[in-house]
């Protein structure tokens, strides 16, 4: 059986993923992880691998993750492609009829969502072309844009005086605060507010009318139509809607030169010129014409199916603070991705922090641990028993604080990255956990990379401490010197990941991640 999922299934799902990350019963973050992406593939920065889908992938993503970041409901919208306004450029004109066997013109898309026949002006502005001047005489096919749109009138209109033929549709301006998040290089906002934000009633209200038609295109000019050079006024429109009407211009060849809608009327999905009804005497070959219909409810009622918004962006900066210093500095992430419903460590209730640590951490002490050095990504280990030893991978060392934060994955415990058994482990299969009280053979003991054995500070609870009478943060609790991750790992649900080549990250810096879904 023959069947399709539709562009409004798509449009829906994309509605609904927006509500969802807005409503107070969901927890959405952005995450940023893989420290040691080169340690995997070794030309990884050059040619990054395709992310996998498994469950057993996700607990490997959680494994090496570092960091995540709430995506809030004003962080998410969606989005359509960008297609900015050119001097030149033949636009697509809106048609309710494209098809694979009725494609758009001039860039033979199949389905109107994928052709061009909107734009974004410099001034952030939004318009649907409604007409592009296609004529018989140039194969229906339009001509070049040359002025370009800056009005906001309500009523569809030429941009300017260059007679280039284009009728323009003014929706909406895209707000500063849009243009900050939700602006790329591929793609513009859409107001996620559409239907109920004051700042564009009046388009919605100019909308109110439905099935009104705008633009009758041309198709064949006809032969001994009518009077030479005569102008026919009220011109019915034919179909299930009512009212609408046009003027028709006869050329001094007795050819139909061109068509305005004088009435729109309504409840239009299908029409015809009823040139007989208008008085417009019969020719030899009588005339081909277009009603363009518009989108359900006119155009700007619902600019989600009339732009096709079946695209969502995620907004989130990673951005260091030092009264809640989450993200690391001095190492990389390789890894961005989205997590819905993550817990809050060792318990069943929803993480809802503005952002959260996915590493462990150890509050360290002793002589000279503001000269000890941690080599990133390098193993460290602790002798937790007899015979046992807990490993971990450095991620971050802080000489000011003695803070050293890590991971664990399979490769701590004896795998390999692929998740193979390695066949002669250092320290066997069991991945064990660093612990301020070592069984008997252990010791709190920490050897860095460089410098004197260091020991895990027991005296220290807390998530921040004084030095030189100055207040170090530092990102997350820490009990008796032991730290957890603040978010449980292998909870919720890893809906996105990329895989990008790395990028180091600084106390100066902040990244911008946008993550555009498709559905």
Known sequence: MAAIITDQLRILNARNFVDAVQSSNNSFYAWIGLPDAPKFQADWDANPPAPKDSLNESNFYWDTMLALKKINSGDVSQVVRKINWQSGTTYDMWRNDITRSNPSQPSGAYDIYDSNYYVMNSEYKVYICLYNNATPENGFRGGPSLDEPNFTDLEPREAGSSGDGYIWKYLYSIKPNQIIKFDSTSYIAVPTDWDTNSSYSAVRENAK????????????????????????????????????????????????ESITVSNGGSGYSFGTLDLKEGGVPKGTIDPVFDIIIPPPGSHGADIYR??????????????????NPDFITGNQFAQVGIVKNPTNYDATSILTKDKASALYALKLSGIGYSEATFTADSDVTQTVGLGSTAVGKVVSYDPSTGVLKYWQDRRTAGFNSDGSKNSDPIYGFSMLKFTNTPALGGNINIIPTSGNTLQIDRAFTGVSTVINNRTYYLGQEFNKGVSNPEAEKYSGDIIYVDNRPSVTRSSSQKEDIKVILQF
Not at 212 to 229: C, D
Not at 238 to 252: H, K, L, S
Not at 306 to 323: C, I, K, P, T, W
């Open 209 to 256: 009318t439905s099935g009104q038609i705008k633009i009758v295109t041309v198709r064949n000019r006809g032969v001994g139509i009518g009077t030479a050079n005569v102008t026919y006024t009220r011109v019915p429109i034919r179909g299930d809607g009512r009212d609408a009407e046009a003027t028709v211009v006869v050329n001094n060849d007795a050819k139909v």
């Open 306 to 323: 009339e732009l096709g918004a079946y695209h969502v962006l995620s907004y989130a900066r990673f951005e260091n603070d030092s009264q």
